[in-house]
């Protein structure tokens, strides 16, 4: 009888575990020239490690080891079988390439933690786990807790929120095995025709954005979770997606040091454990031809390791995207990397071929030695400082207890209510007037079915509420529809949910704007609200009352819904502006009642 391969032992091990059971103005920073940097040199050595854990994993260490410890490739949150052939590949990750860590996407907390926990026993070094939590653990987590987006905490404007978030995502996933999040954002969202960034930055005032971060990464660290600040050196002013193609960014060094950089300064000094470069070409420091800089030594090595002194992990941006896979192939794409100055190599397809270009390129003395040395060791020093060499596997038995809480909900409602921006109110309409009777509530692209959070909550004692939902292009007969039944109501609240995602353009069907636009010019009372990008007041730019709630959530839905109903009060203000309408800063205060006016 033979013995089971290591493949066939995971296998066993995971479907076993996973059985059923005061906004300011930027002051210009010096700009200073970037620094030469020689390719393949670090250009700053990583301190020693604190624990002797690091060097002495290390010195057992072989070269193709030391290489597998920066390979980060992407698994699935789902149980093993969910999966056609995955407790296979995590079988060769984890005990034939030991790849150093994992990055994991949506499940469930205890499928996840059982995933998570048969890995980490069958590796003989410990993984390090990433995830991307940008909006909370429920973004990867089915029942974690959901957070608005980074742009409500700009208009909330108050650290001790954006403190209390990041705790909370620390909590929860640690709770279910994960020990580290790509973020958080740290872009500047400066340019309205961003199509990937948009809600997901805090605002277009680098100062607010670097304080907020800074106090997320503070909340993070005190749930026992390490940070990743994204995109270095700044995604905020592209109009590509870098999911598609390679976006571009002009910036010359001293714009780059007044706004571009400011949020990773602030975010190094707060103590951030690594910096993402992204897939951006600098053309304004390396002209027309630059590569992405995630790719470039001058970017990684000079201005990162150089000008901004930072000596954590640096990570590539996932190496599956369209920006890196259409002009280079993954293994060159990642030696290229290693050589720029980056650590981690993030989601690269084809992990095996990876490791091997990156041996080969050692062997040759393409890439210095040093160099994956350097490497190895700060991703080691990492899983130091989340404490995996004292244990990496978690308790299923508290997943209850930490994951979704109704403490951390309580949370999410303080900040979907402090973050509703009113932004124009020229009717009079906000809170909704006793004298409106008739409401037609129509939503473009909320999700689920049924009434929505919003339309439930604009209901009030003799007041009716009809909804219709619309999704995916507009017809004709729609909008005739929608005609008719606008001219029967008292009130039209009009919402919409456009929020960044990737390969997907970042714009309302112009059927919708246009009918928006039609019954604000006819002088139909119109409340239009935005639940994602603030931009979209260009679709329809004479409505009467625009509100922005930053997101679909049900928090923010419901958050919404008692603004408009004047049962909360409006505090929020505009962290980005709305051009040429509105000035960032912008908001008009509600004090809210029980029962509106």
């Known amino acids: 009888?033979?013995?089971?391969?290591?493949?066939?032992?995971?296998?066993?091990?995971?479907?076993?575990?996973?059985?059923?059971?005061?906004?300011?103005?930027?002051?210009?920073?010096?700009?200073?020239?970037?620094?030469?940097?020689?390719?393949?040199?670090?250009?700053?050595?990583?301190?020693?490690?604190?624990?002797?854990?690091?060097e002495r994993t290390l010195a057992g260490m072989s070269l193709r080891q030391r290489v597998a410890q920066l390979v980060f490739p992407w698994i699935?949150?789902?149980?093993?079988?969910?999966q056609a052939g995955e407790a296979e590949r995590l079988a060769r990750w984890v005990e034939r390439d030991e790849v150093g860590g994992l990055i994991v996407s949506r499940g469930t907390p205890a499928g996840l933690a059982a995933k998570l926990n048969a890995a980490q026993a069958r590796s003989r070094v410990p993984l390090l786990v990433v995830s991307d939590l940008e909006t909370g653990p429920g973004m990867r987590l089915t029942g974690g807790t959901?957070?608005?987006?980074?742009?409500?905490?700009?208009?909330?404007?108050?650290?001790?929120?954006?403190?209390?978030?990041?705790?909370?995502?620390?909590?929860?996933?640690?709770?279910?095995?994960?020990?580290?999040?790509?973020?958080?954002?740290?872009?500047?969202?400066?340019?309205?025709?961003?199509?990937?960034?948009?809600?997901?930055?805090?605002?277009?005032?680098?100062?607010?954005?670097?304080?907020?971060?800074?106090?997320?990464?503070?909340?993070?660290?005190?749930g026992g979770l390490l940070t990743v600040g994204k995109h270095f050196p700044g995604h905020g002013d592209t109009e590509t997606d870098s999911h598609v193609g390679l976006p571009t960014i002009d910036a010359d060094?001293?714009?780059?040091?007044?706004?571009?950089?400011?949020?990773?300064?602030?975010?190094?000094r707060a103590g951030t454990d690594g910096i993402l470069v992204g897939h951006i070409a600098v053309t304004g420091l390396e002209g027309a031809g630059a590569p992405p800089a995630s790719l470039s030594p001058r970017i990684v090595g000079g201005l990162?390791?150089?000008?901004?002194?930072?000596?954590?992990?640096?990570?590539?941006?996932?190496?599956?995207?369209?920006?890196?896979?259409?002009?280079?192939?993954?293994?060159?794409?990642?030696?290229?990397?290693?050589?720029?100055?980056?650590?981690?190599?993030?989601?690269?397809?084809?992990?095996?071929?990876?490791?091997?270009?990156?041996?080969?390129?050692?062997?040759?003395?393409?890439?210095?030695?040093?160099?994956?040395?350097?490497?190895?060791?700060?991703?080691?020093?990492?899983?130091?400082?989340?404490?995996?060499?004292?244990g990496a596997r978690v308790d299923p038995a508290a997943l209850g207890r930490l994951v979704g809480s109704a403490e951390h909900a309580r949370a999410?409602?303080?900040?979907?209510?402090?973050?509703?921006?009113?932004?124009?109110?020229?009717?009079?309409?906000?809170?909704?007037?006793?004298?409106?009777?008739r409401v037609l509530h129509v939503a473009y692209g909320l999700p689920g079915s049924g009434r929505s959070g919003l339309g439930s909550a604009l209901a009030a004692p003799g007041r009716e509420v009809e909804e219709v939902r619309l999704d995916g292009p507009v017809t004709a007969a729609q909008i005739a529809s929608l005609r008719a039944r606008a001219a029967d109501a008292d009130l039209v609240v009009a919402s919409a949910m456009v929020t960044p995602r990737e390969y997907r353009e970042l714009s309302l069907p112009p059927e919708f704007g246009a009918f928006v636009e039609e019954l604000s010019a006819a002088g139909k009372p119109?409340?239009?609200?935005?639940?994602?990008?603030?931009?979209?007041?260009?679709?329809?730019?004479?409505?009467?009352?625009?509100?922005?709630?930053?997101?679909?959530?049900?928090?923010?839905?419901?958050?919404?819904?008692?603004?408009?109903?004047?049962?909360a009060p409006i505090t929020g203000r505009l962290?980005?502006?709305?051009?040429?309408?509105?000035?960032?800063?912008?908001?008009?205060q509600r004090s809210g009642s029980p029962v509106g006016r």
């Open 1 to 54: 009888m033979h013995p089971p391969t290591p493949a066939a032992v995971l296998l066993a091990a995971l479907l076993a575990a996973c059985s059923p059971r005061a906004e300011t103005r930027p002051q210009p920073e010096r700009a200073t020239p970037l620094p030469p940097v020689t390719v393949g040199a670090p250009a700053s050595r990583p301190r020693p490690a604190d624990d002797p854990w690091v």
């Open 253 to 268: 060094p001293a714009r780059l040091a007044r706004v571009e950089l400011p949020p990773f300064r602030g975010a190094i």
């Open 526 to 567: 119109v409340v239009a609200v935005s639940l994602g990008s603030p931009y979209l007041l260009a679709a329809f730019p004479s409505v009467p009352a625009y509100l922005v709630a930053w997101s679909a959530s049900a928090a923010t839905q419901r958050a919404a819904g008692d603004a408009l109903a004047g049962r």
């Open 146 to 222: 959901n957070m608005p987006p980074a742009m409500a905490f700009g208009a909330a404007d108050d650290a001790a929120l954006a403190r209390e978030a990041g705790r909370i995502t620390g909590v929860e996933a640690r709770a279910v095995g994960i020990h580290l999040t790509l973020g958080p954002v740290l872009d500047v969202n400066s340019n309205p025709r961003n199509p990937i960034i948009n809600v997901r930055s805090f605002g277009e005032d680098p100062q607010r954005v670097a304080r907020l971060a800074g106090a997320w990464i503070a909340g993070a660290h005190e």
């Open 304 to 390: 990162l390791r150089g000008e901004l002194g930072f000596d954590g992990l640096v990570f590539t941006d996932a190496l599956n995207m369209g920006a890196v896979t259409r002009r280079y192939a993954v293994p060159e794409a990642s030696v290229r990397a290693l050589l720029a100055g980056a650590d981690v190599l993030l989601q690269p397809p084809g992990e095996g071929a990876v490791i091997d270009a990156v041996v080969a390129a050692v062997e040759s003395g393409r890439l210095p030695r040093a160099r994956v040395d350097d490497a190895a060791r700060r991703v080691l020093a990492a899983k130091a400082r989340a404490g995996l060499h004292r």
């Open 76 to 82: 699935a949150g789902t149980p093993a079988d969910a």
């Open 412 to 437: 999410v409602r303080r900040v979907a209510a402090a973050g509703t921006t009113l932004v124009r109110d020229r009717g009079g309409l906000v809170p909704i007037p006793a004298r409106v009777r």
């Open 575 to 588: 962290p980005v502006a709305l051009p040429p309408f509105h000035v960032a800063g912008a908001g008009i």
